[in-house]
């Protein structure tokens, strides 16, 4: 149902082995992808994926400093130099706008594809199309910070292939026929309805990717239905301590006993400070997740895929 | 003199060799160093060479276009992030200083150190301090566009050794006073004059770093006694002449007979078209400088180092 891949999980500065902030989001409707955060260097690491900028159908940013939102022009001015035509929807805050105009201004950039700007401090569905929606919610940092709330719908039809058996349709072109939504005669004359005999089999999956935040159950409605949370977690609870609340971020302890408490099935936590950046630091963040939350857990990586499947379990994909 | 460390080399759009423009210049001054341009991910490569953003003296900023300055905002952000207290001078077009201006105002970035602006388009002359000076000469391309020439000269005292001997006086730590300035008595009560028997030994240097430009025969004065020169060449004459005028870039062939003409011992080329990407390409790319120049010639390579030395002599050093 989603595929989140990680371009940057480093907090602040970029890490020899972490980049700063970037996420990429499919979804199983189509070829097109999201990016939410767009930290300095994130087209260089599209060069090492599988992802092209030509089938980015938006960009999400939850807030506006720099390490969420300085890869933005160089990315714009790559898609512009490789023929981009399709528009482009950049859901984010007022000022990513305000300066993303005063760069296309100073720096001479020209855009040949429209850049569709959603306001976040407008409506709460940001975005809505087939089998997509987006919506914002707000969040606790010291710049004004969202968290975008992704839910996905599929729908196909299902045969109701007992109700078939029992009418003594053997399975075979017919069946296909039916699924297809066309009805059919048998040879006995008879007409059997396609509408009589499939049903539509609905698959939905909400993923919750949020921005820099130092209060988590400010996504709590977000959650709601949600199969996975994606939360930064800088520090441990012992650091955040010493460091105060002036960097109003989250830490580990925070964002699990919120998901513990929500019940939810799947977190992920990224966005960690430089300082973790080494085996010893990362066993430290998940020994803290593990104390307070039970469900699937993943400290992101950079260039790691996690795949929400229909059944809402969580996997990881190799790092590519 | 000079030891020249080639951060991006790629013309435009990053490839995954090759990043956009940067440069770091080194001197046998200090530990200082100078960056000249800063294309996006430039804070990146630096993670990856011994050079700290702690002992980056400037920054010179060529020309505006992104692919020479995006990496800006994080390169400060994140000296400010690890601390960086001590002024930074950047030399650039006023567009670059009204982008950070703008970049400071919407995206929240504090910077604790003075920033120092100064205007290319001001003074020819557009730093000095002891031992180094640097130039900007104005170029041609599509946006104002200018070369540095870096001058650096070092002073040491010399002994007239043959005039001591002459004299009678052993090597020995009377020397040693006479190189440091002091007058000496000898044994036998006479004394000699530091300044009798100490000359200076001057060694000067000039490197020439261009930015985009189609018309190298515009640096023709800043060479006037270059040992070295730096100058894109984005694509060969043959590609130049089917991609037109439009993008105000030198080819190889340009730059090389350029060199030719002015006797230049040394010349390095960058600021490839990303198609050259390749052997082929850059064989392609060489073998039409060597028909044009037979003086020292390199085709710069990411994170590789070339060092002239007070002889006049370029060499590549191992990439790091």
């Known amino acids: ?27 199983s409707l189509n070829r097109d992808w999201w990016l939410v955060d767009c930290g300095e260097a994130t087209q260089h690491r599209l060069q090492h994926i599988a992802l092209t900028v030509h089938d980015l159908a938006g960009i999400c940013i939850t807030h506006i400093h720099g390490d969420h939102s300085y890869g933005l022009p160089g990315l714009l001015a790559s898609a512009a130099m490789t023929g981009r035509k399709r528009p482009l929807i950049l859901i984010a805050p007022l000022a990513v706008k305000a300066w993303l105009d005063a760069t296309i201004l100073h720096t001479e950039l020209f855009l040949p594809f429209p850049l569709i700007h959603v306001d976040v401090a407008s409506e709460q569905l940001v975005h809505q199309e087939s089998g997509l929606s987006i919506e914002r919610h707000h969040l606790s940092h010291r710049a004004p910070s969202v968290g975008f709330r992704f839910a996905v719908e599929t729908s196909k039809w299902k045969l109701d292939s007992a109700a078939l058996r029992a009418r003594g349709v053997p ?4 069946w296909g026929k039916l699924q297809a939504g066309q009805d059919v005669v048998l040879d006995d004359g008879s007409v059997l309805a396609a509408a009589d005999f499939r049903v539509a089999d609905v698959q939905r999956a909400v993923a919750v990717i949020g921005g820099d935040n130092d209060n988590p159950a400010l996504l709590a409605e977000a959650c709601a239905g949600a199969q996975v949370l994606v939360h930064e977690s800088t520090y441990t609870e012992a650091i955040l301590q010493k460091v105060g609340p002036g960097p109003t971020h989250s830490s580990v302890q ?45 400290l992101a990586e950079d260039f790691a895929s996690y795949e929400l499947d229909a059944g809402g379990v969580l996997r990881k994909l190799s790092a590519q």
Chains 1, 2 share one sequence.
């Open 1 to 27: 149902m989603f595929k989140l891949t990680f371009l940057g999980t480093s907090s602040g500065v970029p890490t020899k082995n972490r980049n700063v902030t970037a996420l990429a989001l499919q979804t």
């Open 171 to 174: 399975s075979g072109p017919l």
């Open 254 to 298: 925070r964002v699990a006993q919120f998901a513990a408490e929500i019940g939810l099935p799947n977190l992920i936590l990224t966005h960690f400070s430089a300082r973790y950046d080494n085996p010893q630091g990362m066993a430290e963040l998940e020994a803290e997740a593990r104390l307070h939350y039970a469900g699937t857990l993943f």
